[in-house]
T-cell receptor, first 114, second 112 residues
Framework: ETGVTQSPTHLIKTRGQQVTLRCSSQ?????VSWYQQALGQGPQFIFQ???????GRGNFPPRFSGLQFPNYSSELNVNALELDDSALYLC?????????????FGPGTRLTVL | RKEVEQDPGPFNVPEGATVAFNCTYS??????FFWYRQDCRKEPKLLMS?????NEDGRFTAQLNRASQYISLLIRDSKLSDSATYLC?????????????WGLGTSLAVNP
């Protein structure tokens, strides 16, 4: 196991609701990246947090936001949920924000929006 | 053209077969390349990084061709446990952009 944990494992929401997903990084890692993986697709980069600051963002609207805490755990918040937000949300931690640092993935949170 | 393209497969091969996957990328300035493996409904796991000189890890060999902008993964002596989706991942450029670009994945089924 990677030591990266995510909660909850599964979640069902309705359109318009808000959701918060959580990720605990591996011990000694200060960087967390979030990805969205729709069924049959590769993961899409949402954003990365390094030492509590956003450090790069993919092509996701502002209703996707995040936080990183002093212990380097992280949250992903999604407001005004849409049906297309249904996906597996993965977080990955790495030792630093270095470009080639290996990212270790958590098991993911499977979000279903009805 | 997609930034990272892979043949989605599925590849169906018998145990013991050799199978090769290719992946092409569009940004010639891309600097780092990886192969990840993802089992059904599980998270991706790093299989290997891909170095310019090519690298081997047991039955797995990864190669990079910068001139043609593709990377490859060769699996020799396939095992049933190799059945998974193999994802090609590219870091487009240096600097502060940490955005890894993922292919859609190539599905492999190794049959007894």
């Amino acid at each position: 196991e990677t030591g990266v944990t995510q909660s909850p494992t599964h979640l069902i929401k309705t359109r318009g609701q808000q959701v918060t997903l959580r990720c605990s990084s591996q011990s000694g890692h200060n960087t967390v990246s979030w990805y969205q993986q729709a069924l049959g697709q590769g993961p899409q980069f949402i954003f990365q947090y390094y030492r509590e600051e956003e450090n790069g963002r993919g092509n996701f609207p502002p209703r996707f936001s995040g936080l990183q805490f002093p212990n380097y755990s992280s949250e992903l918040n999604v407001n005004a949920l849409e049906l297309d937000d249904s996906a597996l949300y993965l977080c990955a931690s790495s030792k630093t924000s270095g470009a080639t640092d290996t990212q270790y993935f958590g098991p993911g949170t499977r979000l279903t929006v009805l | 053209r997609k930034e990272v393209e892979q043949d989605p497969g599925p590849f169906n091969v018998p145990e013991g077969a050799t199978v090769a996957f290719n992946c092409t990328y569009s940004n010639s300035a891309s600097q780092s390349f990886f192969w990840y493996r993802q089992d059904c409904r599980k998270e991706p796991k790093l299989l290997m990084s891909v170095y310019s000189s090519g690298n081997e890890d047991g039955r797995f060999t990864a190669q990079l061709n910068r001139a043609s902008q593709y990377i490859s993964l060769l699996i020799r002596d396939s095992k049933l446990s190799d059945s998974a989706t193999y994802l090609c991942v590219v870091l487009p450029q240096a600097g502060n952009n940490r955005k890894l670009i993922w292919g859609l994945g190539t599905s492999l089924a190794v049959n007894p």
